[in-house]
């Protein structure tokens, strides 16, 4: 088949099938329910007739005479004994009954109307909108009619009168007529009776109703002896002398004939004013009067190991279709009564619907024997494993990894480590050349098992050899150019790396191979956060990429340096994390004194292998190294900045110098650290790349030589400080107390817009908060700034002072939907208070601290507090991704023009500059402190480029070349012919 | 009632009534009328200009990016 170039499709489109155009296509009609006979052959005319296609390998399709695999199959279909609905097309069969005259078929609106719609159609259309908005608009506005504006009654000699249309969902739709009342006789009677109530009236005599209303006397006495049921001319009559109503609404049901009838009235031109065209949707074909089979090859029967014979479930469906439709046939044939052939039509119509959609509300799925409920089409085409969105939007690919993640400080954030395993499983397909003919070789020879080895070959002729142990010393002799080789991927190949979910454009990033031995993929720590990865059992994916393109594409634009910039925010994502920002902090903090042994230490992992001169000598007369001049050395020799990081330090650097301030998160961290910031925008990726992954060295280095650990004496406070906690809280229950009793004496005044009681929690809480935090503010006195905790909190490594609080002061209120805790038992929380008891302790204060350990009762309220939390991240994960899907799939069709303009896929505008300012995020400057200066990027550049001032001059054009020169004069041209270029790399 | 153009937070709505001055823009843009943006003939905003349905209205408003901001948007029904 001449599939393998891909096609331009011109245009789609969609409308109904017409019955005839199914008998065409259709390789046999179906008429027995059964698929195979005894010995195991399928049965001609049933469901698994070898005309519809072949599933058996070997056997040959009978319509087109290929083997399977090659034959797609052949659709079949089954003469329905009477038609039955569409369940897809319920909402328009009834829009269209509502819309149309119930004699002529013609749509209830005037000339001018449909002018109208047409025109709203056709401005639908030009403004991009719902078309289907015109048509309900135009199907409100018929419905409104009545009376048929075309066609004349011929009983009344009134245009025709339009019922209402009551759709009983799915698949049945009444008309609503008003008929006589089976009561007629006993309505009129009562009528003429004298009014009990009323003096004044006398009643009426047949005779005088007769008179009013022309009938013969007879005639009135048969209506009231109930033996004649009055024409609608005579029932209007006594209506009008009577002043009663004889009618009672009538449901009139439209069998799916009648309905299929009326549709074939409507005229082509009234259905294309409300947008359906007619030479590819007729009305009519919405009411099913054959069914198609699907070929045998969409549903395949599947041989169980004891050899028995599994069918699918859309074959289920259609034996009942078929057994149904045969019943049907039979029994109309034997005139069975009405109510059968009503029963019949309507389980037919049920069989029929739920093999087009099972999943109808109001009809009880078609189950599997063993109660499954059966999978139909619309359940194969639905949702997320539907074949939309499971097999067409999303397969399973070749070429691709998965395993669990693990950290390796010693790598290049660009790089990732591949296991062996994986490494030789995977393969890049070499094209033999002259130049890679011997390399080539080498990976053939070293066979599929030895690593950088090779899996197959390609030879010119198209022929894939797979390369084993055995063959792999020969089949490397044979190899030449043209032939292509499947190569293992090697160190330096880029691959593809991802971890789900993919929430923003870093969740899938290009990274370098570097094989090695074990089983986990390792990355460099620093790329967890655009990961939003950890270590803690985390999978990740890695796909290698098949062609030049792909793999100058991934490596151009999404190499983790081509991200280090978030466009979420325009500033980093990619920095320095946890225990590197301990470190940067250690160093840098208090501006410690380094031997040279020390400083080269330190500096060992990094590409500086000279130390500057000495900061100065110590006692001894042994040269000495600052923290901050060892970390001036990672940066760029002509980086000057200033900032304050949130910690209140101003951070001076100076022509690469770092004179002050402490580097915290706010200077190197990922997600905004300044330094990192200003390097990527001013010094380029590649620089910034250099600086992250020295930065992450020398910070492991330096924690490493202070040491750095934490246990749970590190949290402990001296014993007058927890007295100290202890009166804070002591205080505070007093205070409590005292609002308690004022409370009590009804003499609280209530704060605006609030009641009393509110106003007491309101207080009580404040109190409360205020008493966690005096007790955190004691503890901190008592840390020292060498405490562990204390340096990751100050340094924005991990954690916070509130963690602390809680770990060495007092853990504080829990709450529960920002409350107090105020459920459990009637008017308490727990058994073990009074009712409305309202102290803090009652409703879930808990006055320890994690380190001193949690009362029982403390306990609980905390696991309350506690439960909370996990439920709202459980909740909040499965609502943003859904909402991220929707977003996605609004946005994902816009588009930034190269004019600067966004657009969606027709060409409308959305903005008419990008953001306004036709600016991408990640390319200005965070804030407006930190501008930066185009002017000295460009001098740098400029200077690295020219050697001489006068090339440069001229470069500029501040110096105009010589012009007309003598060949005498000028530089010479080399033998080539060419000027001389020097690589600018 | 309240003539909301006359709000702050509401940017200025005029219609261009040139004929040429509306080519210029889907000129500038290389579009046609109804691949612009829309406003709804009803928008209170353009309660006291006279636009009409077809009509191009320019919208300058100020924007946190680039200070001032210039939109053209079509009338619709």
Redesign the interface.
Known sequence: MALDSPKELGAIQFGLMDPETYRDMSATKVITADTYDDDGYPIDMGLMDPRLGVIDPGLECRTCGQHSGSCNGHFGHIELAAPVIHVGFTKLIRRLLRATCRECGRLSLTDEEKEEFSEKLERAKELGEDPNDVLKAAIRQARKAGRCPYCIDQSTGEPTKQHDIKHEKPTTYYEVQDVLSGEYSELIASAMQPDPDDEDDPGMAPQELAEKTDIPLDRINQILSGEFRPKADDRKAIERALDIDLTEEDMNKLMPSDIRDWFEDIPDEDIEAIGIDAERSRPEWMILTVLPVPPVTARPSITLDNGQRSEDDLTHKLVDIIRINQRFMENREAGAPQLIIEDLWELLQYHVTTFIDNEISGTPPARHRSGRPLKTLSQRLKGKEGRFRGSLSGKRVNFSARTVISPDPTLSLNEVGVPRRVATEMTQTMNVTERNLDRARRFVSNGPEGHPGANYVKRPDGRRLKVTEKNCEELAEKVEEEWEVNRHLIDGDIVIFNRQPSLHRMSIMAHEVVVMPYKTFRLNTTVCPPYNADFDGDEMNMHALQNEEARAEARVLMRVQEQILSPRFGENIIGAIQDHISGTYLLTHENPQFSETQALDLLRATSVDTLPEPNGETETGDPYWTGRALFSELLPDDLSLEFTSSAGDDVVIEDGQHLEGTIDEDAVGAFGGEIVDTITKVYGETRARIFINEIASLAMRSIMHFGFSLGIDDESIPEEANEMVDEAIENAYEQIQELIETYAAGELESLPGRTVDETLEMKIMQRLGKARDSAGEIAEDHFGDDNPAVIMARSGARGSMLNLTQMAGCVGQQAVRGERINRGYEDRTLSHFRPNDLSAEAHGFVENSYRGGLTPKEFFFHAMGGREGLVDTAVRTSKSGYLQRRLINALSELEAQYDGTVRDTSGTIVQFEFGEDGTSPVKVSSNVENEIDVGSIADRVIDNEFTSEEEKARFLGTQEPPTNLSEYAGPGLNKAGTQEVESDD | MVDVSQHELVPDHTVLDDPEEVEAVLEE????K?????IKRTDPALRETEAETGDVVRIERD????DR????RLV??
């Open positions: 843009y290389n579009v046609n109804t691949n612009l943006p829309k924007s946190r990016t680039a901001a210039v939109v053209y619709v029904e």
